[in-house]
């Protein structure tokens, strides 16, 4: 299994940026795929999660603002940020999920982004 993020970067309070997360050597759309984060110092936290059946769940603190898809054709798990705050600094991981999207099991590198002026 191989996730591969991308598309983080440095952007300004209110701004937009979408992450990217390539998967190989497994099957991507049966698999629960999630977006986490962590930021210095705090715990990793849940984003954003999609099940094989479509369906997404958001944290509180996303919602409204982040938007979770996946195109199965080309194996990519994308994370839509819009109105990013300042809160929202944070290196970002993809990772594939159980069935149930309870159990995560491959992760990526991360990409870092932050919200700064």
């Known amino acids: 299994v191989q996730l591969v993020e991308s598309g983080g970067g440095l952007v300004q309070p209110g701004g937009s940026l979408r992450l990217s997360c390539a998967a190989s050597?497994?099957?991507?759309?049966?698999?629960?795929m999630g977006w986490f984060r962590r930021a210095p110092g705090k715990e990793r936290e849940e984003v954003a999660v999609?099940?094989?059946?479509?369906?997404?769940r958001y944290r509180d603190s996303v919602k409204g603002r982040f938007t979770i898809s996946r195109d199965n054709a080309k194996y990519t798990l994308y994370l839509q940020m819009n109105s990013l705050k300042p809160e929202d600094t944070a290196m970002y991981y993809c990772?594939?999920?159980?069935?149930?999207?309870?159990?995560?099991?491959?992760w990526g590198q991360g990409t870092q982004v932050t919200v700064s002026s």
């Open positions: 050597g497994f099957t991507f759309s049966t698999r629960c």
């Open positions: 999609i099940g094989s059946d479509g369906d997404t």
């Open positions: 990772a594939t999920g159980s069935y149930s999207c309870s159990r995560w099991y491959d």
